[in-house]
């Protein structure tokens, strides 16, 4: 972080709080810049509205709906099968996480109880969904401190790991596999061994990363004391997953409420006590690799033979039973969640989807950004690891 | 103890006046109560300040248009016991106003805003309640109501459009095959 305090004649500055405090464009002292909606800090479209003065931010406002298509309110207008391909698209870069809400969320209104193999495999895809998003967040966060080539590398064994989506579910970015009932299809022949290459390869490139990224002055400079984040906000504002667990609050869905085969798997979420957007880059490498050490162990404890998918009705005339739930899980960026309301006829009710950004990138992020520097902007969206389509719904 | 006794406890020691049969558990972890509108606001903060609840997790409305009432829903969970609760509160649909909740947790803010623009539920006092947060320059019934109709506003926005044209695809698949038989069929 460029420290504010560098410039030590403040005495051009207009005040920066406090009741002096009042931004007034025909000073001449402030400046009104729109940061995106295409910019490095996001993946996805969303607008900062900075008002600047110098190079220091003084208030912020995010302005989102660059991407809304709706999708709650088209849910209500499709049978629940019908929705299942449609919930994918609501987070473009881990997309299985929804299916999974989706799908855990109809099951349990409708009492279907899911084959143990399909638990297993839905773990599986989860905890891979888990690590492109880490690979892609990771070489973003580098890129938005200028370190591109970082980026590449993660880039490149992104793509392995979407090779495997591609050969167990058909699709590498969004997958259509979990659905209700259970999942579409077993693993394939020779799965495991490519696999398990693909994840030493991982493990290698993260050792680089370590020292490129992790031991860079450059970044470690910039990114230490930038949007420090202290522990009593993370209730008032719902903070959830890294954001949280960098904060020193360790909140962990998956071990917390626990969900699918979790239980049998062995680990301890990943704490963090430096709450800037260095601590959080740390904590979501070392969580990365948690994710590697997880799929190992379901690799290696998941049931071969057995259905993986439940009888279900005539999918096309499938009534649910009236009622209402929420159904949530602990995605890369924090806590996902489904609250689904049924009343008993063949279309869900209400379908409201919980994403962790909604929180982050409109509350959290308006109160972190005054104060910074203009150049650390993106870098300060990144930390906190935003989607904007699952803000719009 | 498990988590569905501890949740009752947990509610019992905040809130004695109320009766254990509104509690609607749907799982151990989970339960639903309908709540008067008037009280629940002072519900919520002591659930907050003394149970233990000290996450919303979401805020969102249900459109029951055949009841001509809104539901509200807060999920309020409790990370300590690994517990949710969701308060319901029913609104009447021809003058929907709640009172605001941002003094609790700011974020509720950016719910209510939402619910303003999607379903026209008003929340006196919620900060930036009337500026926009995803349907800019939006004229016409919050969208996310029963009685909006999304085809409906679909053929109008959107059909016809000036340079589009719709072709029936038979007739004209019929008029490239065979273009010499004036585009008859002569399969037959």
């Excluded at chain 1, 404890?301 to 499938?318: D, K, Q």
């Excluded at chain 1, 739930?325 to 969640?337: A, D, K, L, P």
């Excluded at chain 2, 009766?19 to 151990?28: G, K, Q, Y």
């Excluded at chain 2, 009337?130 to 109709?149: C, K, T």
């Amino acid at each position: 972080m460029i420290r504010l305090d560098g410039h030590r004649d403040r005495s051009k500055f207009p005040p920066r709080e406090g009741d002096g405090f009042q931004v007034d464009l025909d000073s001449e002292k402030f400046v009104k810049i729109w940061h995106g909606p295409n910019h490095p800090g996001i993946t996805g479209n969303m607008s900062l509205e900075l008002t600047i003065s110098g190079d220091e931010v003084v208030d912020a406002t995010t302005h989102v709906g660059y991407l809304h298509r709706g999708f709650e309110k088209l849910m209500e207008r499709r049978r629940y099968i019908q929705c299942f391909p449609i919930v994918c698209r609501i987070c473009v870069p881990e997309p299985d996480f929804n299916e999974y809400c989706f799908a855990a969320a109809v099951e349990e209104l409708a009492g279907v109880e899911v084959p143990d193999s399909a638990l297993w495999l839905r773990t599986l895809v989860l905890e891979m969904a888990r690590l492109t998003s880490y690979l892609m967040w990771l070489g973003g966060q580098a890129g938005a401190f200028g370190m591109g080539v970082i980026g590449q590398w993660l880039t490149y064994h992104r793509d392995l790991v979407l090779d495997r989506f591609e050969e167990l579910t058909g699709g590498r970015i969004y997958h259509m596999y979990i659905l209700p009932g259970g999942v579409r299809n077993r693993l394939p022949e020779g799965f495991d061994q490519r696999m398990l290459a693909v994840l030493r390869g991982i493990e290698d490139v993260m050792a680089d990363v370590d020292q490129a990224l992790f031991h860079n002055a450059v970044f470690r400079k910039r990114a230490e004391g930038l949007g420090v984040i202290p522990r009593d906000w993370v209730d008032p504002y719902g903070i959830t997953g890294p954001n949280a667990r960098a904060a020193g609050a360790a909140r962990d869905v998956r071990r917390d409420m626990p969900y699918l085969k979790y239980p049998e798997l062995e680990f301890e979420p990943v704490i963090h006590h430096q709450s800037d957007a260095f601590g959080r880059a740390d904590l979501r490498r070392r969580d990365l690799l948690l994710t590697v050490d997880l799929i190992r162990q379901i690799l290696s404890r998941m049931p071969r033979s057995g259905s993986f998918m439940a009888r279900l009705p005539n999918v096309l005339h499938w009534q649910v039973p009236p009622g209402e739930t929420y159904v949530r899980s602990e995605c890369t960026r924090g806590e996902y969640g489904y609250y689904l309301v049924s009343d008993g006829s063949g279309y869900p009710r209400r379908v409201n989807v919980r994403g962790p950004s909604y929180t982050h990138a409109i509350a959290l992020l308006e109160k972190l950004l005054p104060g910074t520097n203009i150049a650390d902007v993106a870098g300060l969206a990144v930390s906190l690891h935003t989607y904007p389509p699952e803000i719009e719904r | 103890m498990d988590r569905q006794t501890r949740l009752i406890e947990r509610i019992r020691a905040v809130a004695p006046e109320l009766s254990t049969d509104v509690l609607e558990f749907r799982r151990p972890d989970l339960v639903f109560m309908d709540v008067e509108k008037d009280v629940l606001v002072a519900l919520l903060t002591r659930l907050r300040n003394e149970g233990g609840f000290t996450h919303l997790v979401l805020l969102t409305a249900v459109d029951w248009i055949e009841d001509k009432v809104f539901q509200l829903t807060y999920l309020i969970h409790n990370p300590e016991e690994g517990v949710d609760l969701g308060a319901r509160v029913k609104l009447d649909r021809d003058l929907p106003v709640m009172r605001s909740l941002h003094h609790l947790w700011p974020t509720a803010a950016t719910y209510q805003r939402e619910l303003k623009e999607m379903f026209g539920i008003d929340f006196p006092g919620s900060p930036r309640l009337d500026r926009p947060l995803i349907l800019e320059g939006w004229e016409g019934p919050p969208p996310y109501r029963r009685d909006f109709d999304t085809l409906r506003y679909a053929e109008e926005t959107y059909f016809p459009r000036p340079g589009r044209s719709t072709i029936d695809p038979e007739a004209h698949m019929r008029e490239r095959r065979y273009p010499d038989n004036g585009g008859g069929n002569d399969q037959a």
